[in-house]
T-cell receptor, first 113, second 112 residues
Framework: DGGITQSPKYLFRKEGQNVTLSCEQN?????MYWYRQDPGQGLRLIYY???????QKGDIAEGYSVSREKKESFPLTVTSAQKNPTAFYLC????????????FGEGSWLTVV | DAKTTQPTSMDCAEGRAANLPCNHS???????VYWYRQIHSQGPQYIIH???NNETNEMASLIITEDRKSSTLILPHATLRDTAVYYC?????????????FGTGTRLQVTL
């Protein structure tokens, strides 16, 4: 089935360590997005990308990095510079063009211990 | 950037219509309004979207005002399973990519 796969679902990290969250889609979508969600809060945009090898910072990019080497993949690295990384992370994608529906993955829970 | 505002929470009796408002007063003429909902911190689920005309599908109806500065999502017969956080999104074009900005979300509680 086509869709967006995020992995791992749950991840624990020690302070000071970098961690990479995977996002893969087989929908042939051009644009991909990463959001962060804190408990009881809305979604905040971290990074987004419309084409391979190009991406833009969202509203809360500090302490995060991304790459877009392949159309189907948009991994997010949470670096040690991110002060409060414990959160729920959501990846999304869509075909570029007005009105195209956005699809979300099931999310990844990151806990810093 | 166009921003959206939604009430923080709403209640609705099961079987009644749930009407969820969203303000997007700075929306541009070619920007769409999307509605999603999120249950128990799962990935948000697409509900409906529109540009200027009212839209209806098997899940809901979307009413957009003539000036496009606000919209209302209508769940015609709410059930307990409709309890969720509902997000109104306006697609914003920024630079080389389109930025998706979420509203504050409305927590809808459907009760017996």
């Amino acid at each position: 089935d086509g869709g967006i796969t995020q992995s791992p679902k749950y991840l624990f990290r020690k302070e000071g360590q970098n961690v990479t969250l995977s996002c893969e889609q087989n929908l042939n979508h051009d644009a991909m997005y990463w959001y962060r969600q804190d408990p009881g809060q809305g979604l905040r945009l971290i990074y987004y990308s419309q084409i391979v090898n190009d991406f833009q910072k969202g509203d809360i990019a500090e302490g995060y990095s991304v790459s877009r080497e392949k159309k189907e993949s948009f991994p997010l690295t949470v670096t040690s510079a991110q002060k409060n990384p414990t959160a729920f992370y959501l990846c999304a994608s869509r075909i570029v063009g007005s009105g195209n529906t956005i699809y979300f993955g099931e999310g990844s829970w990151l806990t810093v211990v | 950037d166009a921003k959206t505002t939604q009430p923080t929470s709403m209640d609705c009796a099961e079987g009644r219509a749930a009407n969820l408002p969203c303000n997007h007063s700075t929306i541009s003429g070619n920007e769409y309004v999307y509605w999603y909902r999120q249950i128990h911190s799962q990935g948000p689920q697409y509900i409906i979207h529109g540009l200027k005309n009212n839209e209806t599908n098997e899940m809901a109806s979307l009413i957009i005002t003539e000036d496009r500065k606000s919209s209302t999502l209508i769940l015609p017969h709410a059930t307990l399973r409709d309890t969720a956080v509902y997000y109104c999104i306006v697609r914003v074009a920024a630079g080389t990519a389109s930025k998706l900005t979420f509203g504050t979300g409305t927590r809808l509680q459907v009760t017996l």
